[in-house]
């Protein structure tokens, strides 16, 4: 399942997953609590980077009780390539939550050796629920695991009596068939995960590299492990609130989306997409006017699409355009897919991560970290009523992102309170985050500064997209970080990049 797939559902990182099959079996003689040795072995699947090595941690999967039952995690390295140069380990935080590491580190690490010229081995893992690491089922109905549904999009007009069913069911089948595996993924926990990582890999401390939802866990870790981060790069924040979290995330998107869509408008009003064929207005004024009403004929008259029984509706359109804003390289397929629908003979070309149901395990990973992580608010909170004003402010995502999800009927509270990040500890942070994130907007990312305090400066793009490191081509925000990872050298105060 692409990660653009699990990542859409609350924060969004537009990269592949491609499972690594992992090779070693932990030491029988090793000592309950300790850290399993890594058995190093060239990653099996495809594609992995040139030197990328993978290998299986056992962790306990409770930490309350180290020497009961170990899980595997799956983790990755790559290795310096100019050892002369190394100054320690790095580590690849990926978003989420859903995301792998390592394929994460298959797709950045050549080119993070490159801009570090070799000053840190760089390792990830899969955090638990991913890729080869531990999995959980929920046993969830296919129509529950399609991107239009387990996000929590209301009926045309704004009804939510089914996603109130729906977001029930779901939480009765996690709390049926999970068990303590599925009640284990948590951010505590791959905090926890990632600092036996560092302890099974003989550092004293790491260099930490977290995008997205990674920014957050990377954020934990420092808070609750001062001593154990050497630099730390938060890349595309989300709001800390640790009453809120992954609620707040959600319910963000909806000023992220607005923040971010301009780019596309002006993006797909230019002169320049004529010849391509895929100008949907003189002016960009226009566009989201147009794309409004395409959606809700939609709702009114789903189309046939190119994928045989799945229909094309107000709500598809919409997901596939919250899919198109983490970068501009996407804007192009969508502005072809509203294109199509404008067509009367046309067949609209389902995205990949429409076309299909998301894999139980997948789904099921998705759900529990966040609702595992904080105590969301019942079914008897005014959903309706807050779909409505949203609906009426941000109209792009229909209320979507304030609708009722699983987490309202969820049946286990959290394992403990969320760690609230503060200004107490080091002073080695930098946060880098564009102006117009669709994912993590620049007012949450605000708070996460504020939260940090001297702890942090912040590097802020003047443009849009999500995640920004050696991602969304600006090169004066790509030399702050590469100078604070190499140097330890940061702004002496927030500052911003126009490019």
């Known amino acids: 399942m692409p990660n653009r797939m699990k990542n859409a559902v609350f924060m969004t990182v537009s990269v592949a997953v491609v499972a690594a099959t992992l090779t070693n079996t932990p030491s029988a003689a090793q000592a309950p609590g300790a850290p399993s040795a890594l058995d190093w ?43 002369e140069n190394r100054r320690g380990t790095l580590v690849v935080i990926p978003g989420g939550p859903g995301s792998s590491g390592v394929q994460r580190l298959s797709q950045k690490g050549p080119a993070l050796l490159e801009e570090l010229d070799g000053a840190f081995d760089l390792v990830s893992l899969d955090p638990r629920g991913v890729g080869s690491s531990v999995k959980a089922r929920c046993g969830l109905l296919p129509a529950d695991r399609r991107l239009v549904t387990l996000r929590p999009w209301p009926e045309p007009g704004g009804d939510v009596t089914e996603n109130v069913d729906r977001a029930r069911r779901t939480a009765e089948s996690c709390a ?43 954020a934990v870790y ?23 979290l992954a609620r707040g995330w959600l ?10 869509f301009p780019d596309f408008a002006t993006w797909a009003a230019d002169p320049a997409r004529e010849e391509e064929g895929l100008r949907l207005a003189e002016d960009a004024r226009e566009v989201e006017g147009l794309f409004l009403g395409i959606a809700e004929q939609l709702d009114r008259s789903p189309r046939e699409s190119g994928t045989p029984g799945v229909p094309l509706t107000g709500n598809g359109l919409r997901q596939a355009l919250q899919n198109s804003l983490p970068g501009d390289s996407s804007f192009p397929s969508m502005a072809r897919l509203i294109k199509q ?33 904080v105590r969301w608010p019942g079914p008897s909170r005014d959903y309706a009523g807050l779909v409505a004003t949203d609906r009426e402010r941000y109209p792009l995502l229909a209320g979507m992102p304030v609708n009722i999800t699983a987490c309202a009927f969820w049946k286990d509270r959290p ?23 669709p994912a993590t907007p620049y007012s949450g990312a605000l708070r996460m500064r504020a939260a940090l305090g001297d702890r942090a400066r912040m590097v802020s793009l003047d443009q849009g997209g999500h995640g ?25 105060h927030d500052t911003y990049c126009v490019g």
Do not use: K
């Open 41 to 83: 072995q060239p990653c099996r699947s495809a594609p992995a980077a040139a030197g990328q090595e993978c290998a299986t941690l056992q962790v306990p999967l409770d930490y309350g009780h180290p020497g009961g039952r170990a899980v595997p995690v799956a983790v990755t390295r790559l290795r310096s390539d100019r050892p």
């Open 176 to 218: 049926r068939n999970g068990g303590a595996v599925l009640r284990s993924f948590t951010t505590a926990n791959e905090v926890r995960d990632i600092d036996r990582l560092r302890q099974a890999l003989g550092e004293r401390q790491l260099t930490v590299w977290g995008t997205s939802y990674g920014a957050y866990v990377g």
């Open 222 to 244: 420092a808070q609750t492990r001062p001593g154990r981060v050497d630099r730390l790069v938060l890349d595309s924040s989300g709001d800390p609130d640790p009453s809120r």
């Open 251 to 260: 319910e963000n998107m909806s000023r992220g989306v607005a923040d971010r």
């Open 341 to 373: 629908v404008q067509d009367p003979q046309g067949v609209p070309a389902l995205p990949p991560d429409l076309a299909q149901a998301i894999p139980d395990e997948d789904a099921s990973l998705i759900l529990a970290t966040i609702c595992n992580d």
């Open 415 to 437: 394992a403990g309170r969320p760690v609230r990040i503060t200004d107490t500890g080091p002073s080695n942070i930098l946060m880098v985050q564009s102006l117009r994130d």
């Open 468 to 492: 920004m490191y050696l991602g969304n081509g600006n090169a004066c925000g790509d030399r702050a970080v590469t100078r604070f990872l190499t140097t330890g050298r940061r702004p002496a």
